[in-house]
């Protein structure tokens, strides 16, 4: 997956979940550095924080990696 669209998909669970990045930054033991370079698509994607972002915002890693086809 594209980073740009992993990065949106991420930005997107986490409002929809209610989250802001400090509080979800907090919950997952990172910075918000960290978190906002993962939004923004800089960041190389780590499948260990991937799959950690998941479980914390409460969906399968499969939900937050799979691109529906438009």
Same mark, same amino acid.
């Given at each position: 997956?594209?980073?740009?669209? !992993?990065?949106?998909?991420? @930005?997107?669970? &986490? #409002?929809?979940?209610?989250?802001?990045?400090?509080?979800? %930054? /907090?919950? +997952? $033991?990172?910075?918000?550095?960290? !978190?906002?370079?993962?939004? @923004?698509?800089? &960041? #190389?994607?780590?499948?260990?924080?991937?799959?950690?972002? %998941? /479980?914390? +915002? $409460?969906?399968?890693?499969?939900? !937050?990696?799979?691109?529906?086809?438009?």
């Amino acid at each position: 997956m594209e980073n740009n669209q !992993l990065a949106q998909r991420v @930005r997107a669970f &986490r #409002k929809l979940k209610g989250y802001t990045q400090l509080e979800l %930054a /907090k919950e +997952l $033991g990172v910075s918000v550095a960290v !978190l906002g370079s993962l939004e @923004r698509g800089t &960041r #190389k994607n780590d499948p260990k924080l991937l799959n950690h972002i %998941a /479980k914390t +915002l $409460g969906i399968s890693y499969e939900e !937050l990696m799979t691109m529906k086809e438009e």
